[in-house]
């Protein structure tokens, strides 16, 4: 939570409640990440479940043995030990190892004054294992070339968008969060 009487850092989850502990392993080595650096959150306290009813083999794939439960979120900590949340692992591009946040590049899209909304997702690629395909909501014409070119003059090679897809609208929950997995079944690939 961001405490009422203390620092509201913009983009920040705030710091862990009373009696909840937080900390970020980095999901390659499973070694705690310093802050500054991203991995996945993991939370434990009281407020987190015993486990899932009857289902051991479910449970020990979200709860360690010292009760720490993986939410699948990256995220990262600042040194005054605020969080803040850049994806879930699950959501994760991997091209030809270098990690990619898909928020990272909906946000470049945005900015294109003909998209009204973006969400990117990874599907195969036979050299690099996976490529990006957006999927963009279009305010007005623009065309796969325009976003593209966008794409390139703002992102890193190997982040800009391979495919493009226009639709209607980007699935999302009541909290707003896009649901890439929903956009999965829809990539023709």
Known sequence: MNPPDGIQKLGSIGIPVIQTECKLVDPDTLTECKAGKLGLLYIRGPQIFQGYFNNQEATDKVLDSDRWFCTKDVAMKDDDDYYYIHGRI?????????????QEIEEVLKEHPAIGDAAVIGIFDEKYGEKIKAFIVKDSLVSEADIIEFSQKHLVR??????????????????????????????KQ
Do not use: C, Q
């Not at 190997?158 to 890439?180: C, D, N, Q, W």
């Open 90 to 102: 699950d959501d994760m591009i991997n091209i030809g190892g270098e990690k990619v946040w898909p």
């Open 158 to 187: 190997y982040k800009v968008p391979k495919e493009i897809e226009f639709i209607e609208s980007i699935p999302r929950s009541p909290l707003g969060k896009t649901l890439h997995y929903l956009l999965k079944p829809l990539a």
